[in-house]
T-cell receptor, first 105, second 113 residues
């Protein structure tokens, strides 16, 4: 069993839809990292959070440390949001397998 | 412009040959990491280094070697002992201490012919 589980594995949405990606973990971490990987392979850091909620543009991330659960939300999704979204524990040795998002125009 | 440079982007080698992947950073970050990514799997840690001239094995270090002779550089050698080296390799760096995120390079895709 992977220490970090993401759901769904694959997600297809129409442009403009509200999207939620979930991340549950079984290991003790002090913070969680949300990453975005584009088809070319490069990875960009989206959020690092240890409690509550963070917002950046149309992206919102929440975390509940007690329940060991985090969510990434995308409001008003756009085709350029199509990517793989990965959650990871702070010490960076535990990564989810990623959620592949495709937003259709 | 600060960042992490991985080279080359694509690398092809014959079976049985050693190959070295480059990772250079000018972010002045203390820690550097090497990950391997295979389809359908999360990133897996190969090696990491928190200080010059010191490094630790990750979960899948067998068949790989690294060096950290200077802070800016953390090359990864894929040896002939690695049974299935074809994969996407990512280098990352991080400031140690506090909740600091990792920064990633653009990766090197290695294919063994």
């Amino acid at each position: 069993k992977n220490e970090v589980e993401q759901s769904p594995q694959n997600l297809t949405a129409q442009e403009g839809e509200f999207i939620t990606i979930n991340c549950s973990y079984s290991v003790g971490i002090s913070a969680l990292h949300w990453l975005q990987q584009h088809p070319g392979g490069g990875i960009v850091s989206l959020f690092m959070l240890s409690s509550g909620k963070k917002k950046h543009g149309r992206l919102i991330a929440t975390i509940n440390i007690q329940e060991k659960h985090s969510s990434l939300h995308i409001t008003a999704s756009h085709p350029r949001d199509s990517a793989v979204y990965i959650c990871a524990g702070l010490n960076q040795f535990y990564f989810g397998t990623g959620t592949s998002l495709t937003v259709i125009p | 412009d600060g960042g992490i440079t991985q080279s080359p982007k694509y690398l092809f080698r014959k079976e049985g040959q050693n190959v070295t992947l480059s990772c250079e950073q000018n972010l002045n970050h203390d820690a550097m990491y090497w990950y391997r990514q295979d389809p359908g799997q999360g990133l897996r840690l190969i090696y990491y280094s928190q200080i010059v001239n010191d490094f630790q094995k990750g979960d899948i270090a067998e068949g790989y070697s690294v060096s950290r002779e200077k802070k800016e550089s953390f090359p990864l050698t894929v040896t002939s002992a690695q049974k299935n080296p074809t994969a996407f390799y990512l280098c990352a760096t991080r400031v140690l201490g506090g909740n600091q995120p990792q920064h990633f390079g653009d990766g090197t895709r290695l294919s063994i012919l």
